[in-house]
């Protein structure tokens, strides 16, 4: 490099002037391309821009950007400041039956089933309904047992055996089985010639599970019918672990319903499961809502609004920060025109915002657009990716 020293008697100050060959010609898109005078680029074809060697990258760690590459990869930055981040999430879920009203039906004892008064799944049942009618060989012999001890006491009275006892002893075992007291008292020769026995519901709600059919066998303690109270329901919902700090302690939600439109319904966040999927990233939530008039029914889409409040953080747009699913890194301006990237640990996110939890501080400079960019602007340089090695 030539340089022309002038030196005055009366001014001992230097002046540096750079002579032609200061001068590179380089490409604003293909920056490899150096060449000693004006002309075009090999590759893209655009005209070569005159630039100093000293533009040439000093630091292997930072990219330097000649204004023309600024202004056509739109590259911007800004001045990062504490702001707020939230208020609101907006999630998609599923309508599921409220487990904690959920009751099975079992039988009472061992039989045939001979009817069923209901066949489908989604029927609602009345609490006191007729049910089932089975045939149980050992129910009709307890049901002998009992008149028998009857007609025995109004024969005999209690002169002999103390039938009183036996009556009780008999009545309490059809008691255990499932007859009501009201079917007792009516059991008579009559009831006990047609040797089937009426069971009854004991809770109302639509029928989710039916697994048996007439003329199966209910084994005693065997299921016959679940029905759900839907007087509430859950709305279960899939979260991104970045959006679990932004709901922790949320307690109110909107619940609307596509299938209707305009209604907005209150929930309350009831759950809040504890286990991560390691693949997928994801938790489960569910929000309880009151079920007015019934008419929300399990299998429904909706979509869920949950109030987190503000929270002041250091918060960045989403396309700012670089993520490549085990770390996050962003740009950051050193100087005019040149540019390091750092790792960041994120937060939560927000509509079009992500928090940073770590890795810059406030008043850092960092790039909002052109981000992917200079990443590939990085590797075609240097061959590596910046994020390559990087720990926080």
């Known amino acids: 490099m030539t ?13 540096t002037i750079a002579t032609n060959e200061d001068i590179i010609y380089t490409c604003p898109m293909d920056p490899q391309v150096v060449e000693a005078k004006p002309g075009i680029c090999p ?14 990258q000093k630091n292997d760690d930072e990219l330097k950007l000649s204004p023309e590459q600024m202004q056509l990869g739109n590259i911007h930055v800004d001045t990062i400041e504490s702001g707020s981040i939230g208020n609101q999430i907006i999630l998609t879920g599923t309508l599921n039956s409220d487990e904690t009203k959920t009751n099975a ?14 066949k489908q799944t989604g029927d609602y049942v009345a609490k006191g309904a007729p049910l089932y009618e089975i045939y149980s060989e050992e129910l009709n012999n307890a049901k002998q047992e009992y008149l028998l001890a009857l007609q025995k006491k109004a024969t005999l009275g209690n002169s002999i055996v103390n039938f009183d006892e036996i009556i009780a002893s008999a009545k309490n075992k059809l008691l255990l089985w499932g007859m009501s007291e009201q079917q007792i008292k009516n059991t008579n020769e009559k009831t006990i010639k047609n040797q089937l026995t009426t069971f009854y519901s004991t809770a109302s709600g639509y029928i989710t599970a039916l697994p048996l059919q007439e003329g199966d066998y209910a084994a005693q303690g065997g299921l016959i019918i679940k029905l759900a109270d839907v007087s509430t329901l859950w709305v279960e919902t899939q979260v991104y672990a970045t959006q679990l700090a932004q709901i922790n302690g949320a307690k109110n939600a909107i619940v609307e319903i596509p299938d209707i439109p305009g209604e907005k319904i209150p929930g309350t966040v009831s759950f809040e499961n504890p286990e991560l999927s390691t ?12 079920n007015i008039n019934h008419q929300l029914q399990p299998g429904m889409s909706a979509s869920v609004k949950i109030n987190t409040g503000n929270h002041h953080v250091l918060a960045l747009p989403s396309d ?44 850092d400079v960092v790039v909002t657009s052109g981000a992917y960019l200079l990443q590939s602007e990085y590797i075609f340089r240097k061959g590596a990716n910046p994020m390559a090695g990087m720990k926080m």
């Open 3 to 15: 340089f022309i020293i002038v030196t005055g008697c009366k001014n001992k100050n230097t002046k």
């Open 43 to 56: 590759i893209c074809h655009m005209e070569l821009i005159a630039t100093k060697k000293g533009m040439q």
């Open 105 to 118: 039906v079992s039988a009472w004892v061992a039989g045939r089933i001979e009817k069923l008064f209901y």
């Open 279 to 290: 693949a997928e990233r994801i938790s489960i939530i569910r929000i309880t809502i009151p």
């Open 320 to 363: 700012a920060v670089l993520r490549d699913g085990k770390m996050a890194m962003v740009w950051l301006e050193t100087k005019q025109n040149t540019f390091k990237s750092v790792m960041v640990q994120t937060g939560m996110e927000s509509g079009d915002m992500i928090e940073i939890k770590s890795g810059i501080q406030p008043n």
